[in-house]
């Protein structure tokens, strides 16, 4: 079974966060009350490059899902 691209998480240990779990490269939990990235993995020189072209759009990607699923829930 392959894993959704977006996933919501919480935990009842830290009650102002609710993440958005990126889960394909480059894998990150977004915070989705203050935006702070945590990543997932480790990168060198090129990746650098590569997070900088594509990171805003995957951060509007994951803030789109998030919507979505909180729409979804009404």
Avoid: C, G, Q, V
């Avoid at 958005?20 to 490269?25: K, L, W």
């Amino acid at each position: 079974m392959k894993l959704p691209k977006f996933l919501i998480a919480d935990n009842s240990s830290i009650n102002d966060a609710l993440f958005i779990i990126h889960t394909e490269y480059p894998r990150f939990a977004l915070n989705a009350y203050n935006d702070y990235i945590y990543w997932l993995e480790e990168f060198d020189n090129d990746d650098e490059i590569i997070l900088e072209t594509e990171l805003e759009s995957l951060i509007d990607d994951a803030f789109a899902f998030y919507d979505s699923e909180m729409k979804s829930l009404d």
